[in-house]
């Protein structure tokens, strides 16, 4: 089933849906106060997520629910949840044919009546298979693993936002090959007959294809899930969304490139999703740099931690959470919390016309002409866009003033230079007019020069 068959509509639920539940936190806790115009004042993470149309969530335990400390924090804090272990294969189907969701409804039940979205996670995996699932090869895997993944997206239907569909199917290392496991073992389209499984359960769930290590832009792994998407989207397989879980923990370090990996994946026209955050000793700059980064890209719909307190964490003695044992907040709290304030797109009303900068024209001598338009102009921040004529593919580089600062961009897929300031941006098939946002960062006058056009 292609994408097109699908229920219209999807994303303005998913924004209502957040405004609602932002409308709760704000007054569940009498924290987010946001005046028409003033800066975002959210004092809590889904709430001031949720004013961008994007998720702060969290992963749960089921069996924590009880732990009223926990609970009070999960309320308040996030508008998204995971189930860390009880969507598993092997909790939802621990003998052939007979299922057990009474964990995984126990936390469906507990997201809805917190206006929580819920992200289902995973139909599909090599690891935490049952015994059954682990001994069966060939056929006779494949169909049980297609009939787990329709009987589960079955019964949750409707109360999903987001399937995590398959999970870890690349393996680690420079091979850019596929992880070896019964499944991979059944044929290469295994992947691919998971999703279109998926989507004939539940049209209107997004479908997304999950993995760690796929963070740094330069890895092998990143480039092999890439093409995997890029080749599905061009064959008409049904996928919504690549979910990076981001365990910056252990060996595996937030890269400074990983908003270019958001924003090349977003360019294949799928969203995005940080879906396991936690970072070792949990650095306020790497979680600060996360959110900022998913800010900048449109389509990464929102962050998910996993775990609340170190004490939840499954890497417990690494202290990667925003929250202490105790359940109190930590300096990467402060530092979250700051960053999606800030980073909150306009509430107010645009102004036009656009400013009186300096755009420039380059002269057409890499083959192409780059136009600046300036676009609408708010009291923070500026759009600008930029149509190429004289090529169909392309390069441009655009030169920002510091202490201006590109914090969106569409319709291209941008590198950056080490400053920062310098942005070259490659056509991708999504026409020739590319746009960003710039934020003024205390200097109104300055605007962006193009620097050069180049074809090709
Ligand atoms: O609940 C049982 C308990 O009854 C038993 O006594 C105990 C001893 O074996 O095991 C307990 O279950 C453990 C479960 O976590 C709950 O604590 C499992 O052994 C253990 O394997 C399981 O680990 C989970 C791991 O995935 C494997 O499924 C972690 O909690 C969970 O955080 C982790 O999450 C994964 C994501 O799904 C995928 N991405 C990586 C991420 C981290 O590994």
Same mark, same amino acid.
Not at 131 to 147: E, F, H, K
């Given at each position: 089933?292609?994408?097109?068959?699908?229920?219209?509509?999807?994303?303005? #639920?998913?924004?209502?849906?957040?405004?609602?539940?932002?409308?709760?936190?704000?007054?569940?806790?009498?924290?987010?106060?946001?005046?028409?115009?003033?800066?975002?004042?959210?004092?809590?993470?889904?709430?001031?997520?949720?004013?961008?149309?994007?998720?702060?969530?969290?992963?749960?335990?089921?069996?924590?629910?009880?732990?009223?400390? @926990?609970?009070?924090?999960?309320?308040?804090?996030?508008?998204?949840?995971?189930?860390?272990?009880?969507?598993?294969?092997?909790?939802?189907?621990?003998?052939?044919?007979?299922?057990?969701?009474?964990?995984?409804? #126990?936390?469906? $039940? *507990?997201?809805?009546?917190?206006?929580?979205?819920?992200?289902?996670?995973?139909?599909?995996? *090599?690891? $935490?298979?049952?015994?059954?699932?682990?001994?069966?090869?060939?056929?006779?895997?494949?169909?049980?693993?297609?009939? *787990?993944?329709?009987?589960?997206?079955?019964?949750?239907?409707?109360?999903?936002?987001?399937?995590?569909?398959?999970?870890?199917?690349?393996?680690?290392?420079?091979?850019?090959?596929?992880?070896?496991?019964?499944?991979?073992?059944?044929?290469?389209?295994?992947?691919?007959?998971?999703?279109?499984?998926? #989507?004939?359960?539940?049209?209107?769930?997004?479908?997304?294809? /999950?993995?760690?290590?796929?963070?740094?832009?330069?890895?092998?792994?990143?480039?092999?899930?890439?093409?995997?998407?890029?080749?599905?989207?061009?064959?008409?397989?049904?996928?919504?969304?690549?979910?990076?879980?981001?365990?910056?923990?252990?060996?595996?370090?937030?890269?400074?490139?990983?908003?270019?990996?958001?924003?090349?994946?977003?360019?294949?026209?799928?969203?995005?999703?940080?879906?396991?955050?936690?970072?070792?000793?949990?650095?306020?700059?790497? @979680?600060?740099?996360?959110?900022?980064?998913?800010?900048?890209?449109?389509?990464?719909?929102?962050?998910?931690?996993?775990?609340? #307190?170190?004490?939840?964490?499954?890497?417990?003695?690494?202290?990667?959470?925003?929250?202490?044992?105790?359940? $109190?907040?930590?300096?990467?709290?402060?530092?979250?919390?700051?960053?999606? /304030? /800030?980073?909150?797109?306009?509430?107010?009303?645009?102004?036009?016309?656009?400013?009186?900068?300096?755009?420039?024209?380059?002269?057409?001598?890499?083959?192409?002409?780059?136009?600046?338009?300036?676009? $609408?102009?708010?009291?923070?921040?500026?759009?600008?866009?930029?149509?190429?004529?004289?090529?169909?593919?392309?390069?441009?580089?655009?030169?920002?003033?510091?202490?201006?600062?590109?914090?969106?961009?569409?319709?291209?897929?941008?590198?950056?230079?080490?400053?920062?300031?310098?942005?070259?941006?490659?056509?991708?098939?999504?026409?020739?007019?590319?746009?960003?946002?710039?934020?003024?960062?205390?200097?109104?006058?300055?605007?962006?020069?193009?620097?050069?056009?180049?074809?090709?």
């Amino acid at each position: 089933m292609a994408n097109s068959s699908r229920a219209p509509g999807r994303s303005r #639920r998913l924004r209502a849906a957040l405004v609602v539940s932002a409308a709760v936190g704000l007054l569940a806790t009498a924290g987010a106060v946001v005046l028409p115009g003033s800066a975002s004042a959210a004092s809590t993470l889904g709430a001031s997520a949720a004013e961008s149309g994007r998720y702060f969530g969290t992963a749960v335990a089921v069996s924590r629910l009880n732990d009223s400390a @926990y609970t009070t924090i999960l309320n308040r804090e996030f508008n998204q949840v995971t189930a860390e272990n009880e969507m598993k294969i092997d909790a939802l189907q621990p003998n052939q044919g007979q299922f057990n969701y009474g964990n995984a409804d #126990r936390l469906v $039940q *507990h997201a809805r009546s917190q206006g929580m979205l819920v992200r289902g996670h995973t139909l599909a995996w *090599h690891s $935490q298979q049952p015994g059954w699932m682990q001994n069966m090869s060939g056929t006779t895997l494949r169909n049980a693993m297609l009939n *787990h993944v329709t009987q589960v997206a079955t019964h949750f239907r409707g109360q999903i936002e987001w399937w995590d569909v398959v999970n870890e199917a690349f393996a680690d290392g420079g091979s850019g090959a596929r992880r070896d496991s019964n499944l991979q073992r059944t044929g290469n389209d295994w992947i691919e007959a998971a999703f279109r499984a998926a #989507r004939q359960a539940d049209p209107n769930a997004d479908l997304c294809y /999950n993995d760690y290590n796929i963070d740094n832009w330069n890895d092998a792994k990143t480039q092999a899930v890439y093409r995997m998407v890029q080749d599905f989207k061009s064959r008409g397989v049904p996928i919504d969304c690549v979910g990076l879980q981001s365990h910056f923990t252990g060996g595996s370090n937030y890269p400074s490139n990983y908003r270019t990996t958001l924003s090349s994946f977003a360019a294949l026209g799928v969203d995005v999703h940080i879906t396991e955050l936690d970072i070792r000793n949990a650095p306020s700059d790497a @979680y600060r740099n996360v959110v900022n980064d998913c800010l900048a890209v449109a389509r990464c719909k929102g962050i998910t931690v996993w775990g609340i #307190r170190d004490s939840d964490s499954w890497r417990s003695s690494e202290n990667p959470l925003l929250f202490n044992g105790s359940g $109190q907040k930590k300096p990467a709290y402060d530092a979250v919390l700051t960053a999606l /304030n /800030n980073g909150t797109p306009p509430t107010g009303n645009p102004t036009t016309p656009p400013p009186t900068g300096n755009p420039t024209t380059p002269p057409p001598s890499g083959g192409c002409t780059a136009t600046v338009t300036p676009g $609408q102009v708010w009291g923070d921040r500026y759009n600008t866009s930029v149509t190429v004529s004289g090529a169909s593919t392309w390069s441009v580089v655009v030169a920002i003033t510091p202490p201006q600062r590109i914090s969106t961009t569409w319709s291209g897929s941008p590198t950056w230079d080490s400053s920062g300031n310098v942005m070259t941006m490659r056509s991708n098939g999504s026409g020739n007019t590319f746009g960003f946002t710039t934020m003024m960062n205390g200097n109104s006058s300055a605007r962006p020069q193009i620097r050069s056009c180049t074809a090709g």
